[in-house]
Antibody, heavy 121, light 112 residues
């Protein structure tokens, strides 16, 4: 059974940092692109970042470029999101999501349960 | 960025009746491989989103056949042939043809 377990959220002050983790199981993690998607309270969905299977390519939403870093450890079947210089508008539930294999046409067929990040003084 | 415009914002449907949600993209979602990367997700209350439809009209395994997707180019539709109580939630379309992936604003489906 495919499972994605998000963790690492919490309350942080503006300007602070936080590292989110996503533990994957039930599939060959190293063959999938992976993404982070966030949802502000009561709002819609926003794609945040994506990383290639081997970590050699990474892309970001303009809203987080230069502040957030996506990474992965295929040996540990884990995905990470390092968030620096956090702002109030980064407050959201962050989901890791299985993106696609190179020849695949699905996107986000599995999601973590989400971890809440609150940026407030 | 590709703008995804969903309508209506909300929908109230009697069980057993059909429902339809429209999604329009600001650019064609046909990729160089000839496939159209348009997806539909349902987010039930208190849960993460779940993928229903990919490539415009292909149902993910396990998705009831009362859900169907159609459309081409920039105009797409999700239809529920007979709404059931368990279909309550927020529906989102998303384009995956180019980065950044972008979502529609969402459509809230309620049961009358």
């Amino acid at each position: 059974e495919v499972q994605l377990l998000d963790s690492g959220g919490g309350l942080v002050q503006p300007g602070g940092s936080l590292r989110l983790s996503c533990a994957a199981s039930g599939f060959t993690f190293s063959t999938y692109w992976m993404s982070w998607v966030r949802q502000s309270p009561g709002k819609g969905l926003e794609w945040v970042a994506i990383i290639k299977e081997d970590g050699s390519e990474k892309y970001y939403a303009d809203s987080v470029k230069g502040r957030f870093t996506i990474s992965r450890d295929n040996g540990k079947n884990s995905l990470y999101l390092q968030m620096n210089s956090l702002r109030a508008e980064d407050t959201a539930v962050y989901y890791c999501a299985r993106d696609h294999i190179t020849t695949g046409t699905t996107r986000f067929d599995y999601w973590g349960q989400g971890t809440l990040v609150t940026v407030s003084s | 960025d590709v703008v995804m415009t969903q309508t209506p914002v909300s929908l109230s449907v009697t069980p057993g009746q059909p429902a339809s949600i429209s999604c329009k993209s600001s650019q064609s979602l046909v990729y160089s491989d000839g496939k159209t990367y348009l997806f539909w997700y349902l987010q039930k209350p208190g849960q993460p989103p779940q993928l229903l439809i990919y490539e415009v009209s292909r149902r993910l395994s396990g998705v009831p056949d009362r859900f169907s997707g159609s459309g081409s180019g920039t105009d797409f539709t999700l239809k529920i042939s007979r709404v059931e109580a368990e279909d309550v939630g927020d529906y989102y379309c998303m384009q995956g043809e180019r980065l950044p992936y972008t979502f529609g604003q969402g459509t809230k489906l309620e049961i009358k």
